[in-house]
C-alpha cells in the first residue's frame, strides 16, 4: 500500500487531482510542504491498497 495526501481548489480532492505520496508499506515517510498560490484550498489524507482507496477527513486552507 502506499499513502499520502492528495489537495485541490474543489471540495472533495482526490488522488486524481495533485497528490503526493509519502511513504509506502515499506516505510520511507517523506513529506514536501507544496508552494501554493493564494486561495482557498482543500486537502485530505488517502491510503491507496489492493482492497481500494481510502480517504482521510477534509481540511480547507486559505492561503493570502
Excluded: H, W
Excluded at 13 to 29: I, K, L
Amino acid at each position: 500500500y502506499s499513502y499520502g495526501v492528495c489537495y485541490g481548489t474543489t471540495p472533495y480532492p482526490s488522488a486524481t487531482d495533485v497528490y503526493q505520496e509519502v511513504g509506502t508499506s515499506v516505510g520511507n515517510t517523506t513529506f514536501a510542504t507544496p508552494v501554493l498560490s493564494s486561495g482557498t484550498y482543500y486537502i485530505r489524507s488517502y491510503v491507496a491498497s489492493d482492497k481500494g482507496m481510502y480517504y482521510g477527513a477534509i481540511q480547507r486552507v486559505v492561503v493570502q
